[in-house]
């Protein structure tokens, strides 16, 4: 996949984004005095997460420097860098014990697994409502107010979100 300096820029911009959302700075993480994500994990995660977006959108028509859906972009990046240092975290997770005492080392993958698990079924959602609403504004158009027909009023408004409330979108 190339891409043009625009793109960079953008990766460059989401990764500071990312590293702020989940607070990955040294000063944050005074146990490994380090971020925790390298650059190039964020933007592997990144690529991963505009790839599977502009697989699963039925109109692809845009790339990570004018992806309409940012925040989806960047929770969707955050999830795969979650599920990958869960992966990492279960793969070496290791239990001590001597003279009594026990230390539990990289012990978190559950925990790991509940806020991706969680993460991904938010983005997924909001993935879908955006996808739908586009493409009924792509196939009527915006309409000045006063304008909606009975029947973009009435599908507009039975949208729903992620916890089954109505959303009406109508003037």
């Known amino acids: 996949?190339?891409?043009?300096?625009?793109?960079?820029?953008?990766?460059q911009k989401y990764i500071r984004y990312i590293r702020e959302m989940i607070n990955d700075k040294p000063e944050m993480n005074r146990l490994i005095r380090g971020e925790e994500s390298s650059d190039s994990q964020i933007r592997l995660a990144l690529?991963?997460?505009?790839?599977?977006?502009?697989?699963?959108?039925?109109?692809p028509n845009y790339g990570i420097s004018n992806c309409?859906?940012?925040h989806l972009l960047?929770?969707?990046?955050?999830?795969?860098?979650?599920?990958?240092a869960g992966i990492w975290n279960s793969r070496n997770a290791l239990q001590y014990s001597a003279g009594g005492l026990t230390v539990q080392l990289y012990g978190k993958g559950g925990e790991y697994m509940q806020w991706m698990?969680?993460?991904?079924r938010s983005v997924k959602s909001e993935l879908r409502d955006a996808y739908a609403t586009r493409n009924v504004r792509a196939a009527y158009g915006y309409f000045p107010a006063g304008m909606v027909s009975d029947y973009i009023e009435g599908a507009m408004s039975l949208l729903e979100?992620?916890?089954?409330w109505t959303i009406n979108c109508a003037p």
């Open 47 to 59: 690529l991963h997460a505009i790839s599977r977006m502009i697989t699963e959108d039925p109109i």
């Open 74 to 84: 960047l929770d969707y990046a955050l999830y795969i860098l979650l599920r990958n």
């Open 117 to 120: 698990n969680q993460l991904e």
């Open 1 to 11: 996949m190339a891409f043009t300096p625009a793109d960079e820029k953008s990766i």
């Open 161 to 164: 979100d992620s916890d089954g």
């Open 68 to 70: 309409p859906y940012p």
